[in-house]
């Protein structure tokens, strides 16, 4: 499977985008699906994910009420809708997909269960 992720660009805080992660040679509902961030100089930090399935969510505390992740299988997509951006939440952001879906709910958040990471889109948040 292939992961195309797009939808970033140039905000105001307090503004909102709509990222798109896109698949290709797999079906989306049969993974865990994740987004996951890394600003500069800091580490890839996990944002939020969708169980395969029932999909069921789980978010970063950071971006809870924020952030809204879901997973639309006739497009074979997952969405990151971000309203109330802040500067903070700048970084390059990249789904990706956990397959077969061995992680449980609370390993959601753990990166290593992902092995497959689609291009990354850039989110820049101005002040």
């Known amino acids: 499977v292939q992961l195309q992720a797009s939808g970033g660009g140039l905000v105001q805080a307090g503004g909102s985008l709509r990222l798109s992660c896109a698949a290709s040679?797999?079906?989306?509902?049969?993974?865990?699906m994740g987004w996951f961030r890394q600003a500069p100089g800091k580490e890839r930090e996990f944002v939020a994910a969708i169980r395969a399935g029932g999909g069921s969510t789980y978010y970063e505390d950071s971006v809870k009420g924020r952030f809204t992740i879901s997973r639309v299988n006739a497009k074979n997509a997952v969405y990151l809708q971000m309203n109330n951006l802040k500067p903070e939440d700048t970084a390059v952001y990249y789904c990706a997909a956990d397959r077969p879906p061995v992680a449980i709910y609370s390993a959601l958040p753990d990166a290593r269960h992902y092995d497959v990471w689609g291009q990354g889109t850039q989110v820049t948040v101005s002040s």
């Open positions: 040679g797999g079906t989306i509902g049969l993974y865990n």
